[in-house]
């Protein structure tokens, strides 16, 4: 039982680990590329939907996405989903394409993209720590159903811990790696 709950702890922070270097790949480093729009969602008929879902997302150049919207009658939510997104783009709409260009990344830019990838990893921190609490509460309840003793649920739960800082250390290592990539001309 308890090798079971370190492993699914174990692959569950991995998980979210996996999940921050995802989110981290789409946080622009000069060049336009289409995962940059992934995680923007448009208002779909009231509901909240990728906009790789509702629009083919292209590269029309190296520093320009283009967005064709499949339906006319959501080009603007497009257009206003994209210009609300953390990502500082002005999208203009030019007949049915909606063109994205990619602003020249400035000193300021760069500090606020690295604001962005700071709440990224301070989410996944959040996350692996989440995990780390679960498995905690799982290890309780087993002591309280006596399934285990407390000398094994102390002993695991350091275990939980060391997997948690393990975690937390990749973390902000990739961390590190992006600002770092960031900042550099």
Do not use: C, F
Not at 69 to 89: F, N, Q, V, Y
Request: aromatic share 2%; glycine share 4%; proline share 2%.
């Amino acid at each position: 039982m308890i090798a079971e709950i370190k492993s699914n702890t174990d692959t569950k922070m991995q998980k979210s680990v996996e999940a921050l270097r995802v989110n981290l790949a789409k946080v622009r480093t000069g060049r336009a590329h289409v995962g940059l729009l992934d995680h923007i969602n448009v208002d779909y008929y009231g509901a909240p939907t990728a906009i790789n879902q509702v629009a083919n997302v292209t590269l029309i150049d190296s520093r320009t996405i283009g967005v064709q919207a499949w339906e006319k009658t959501m080009i603007s939510k497009i257009e206003k989903a994209i210009r609300d997104g953390d990502l500082g783009l002005n999208p203009s709409t030019n007949g049915d394409v909606i063109r994205v260009p990619m602003p020249a990344l400035t000193e300021e830019r760069r500090k606020d993209l690295t604001k962005v990838v700071r709440n990224e990893a301070d989410d996944a921190k959040v996350a692996v720590r989440n995990i780390r609490r679960d498995a905690n509460e799982q290890l309780k309840r087993l002591v309280k159903d006596k399934d285990i003793s407390e000398d094994d649920e102390r002993r695991a739960a350091e275990d939980v811990q060391k997997l948690t800082d393990k975690y937390v250390i990749e973390i902000d290592k990739l961390l590190a790696e992006k600002e770092k990539e960031l900042m550099t001309m």
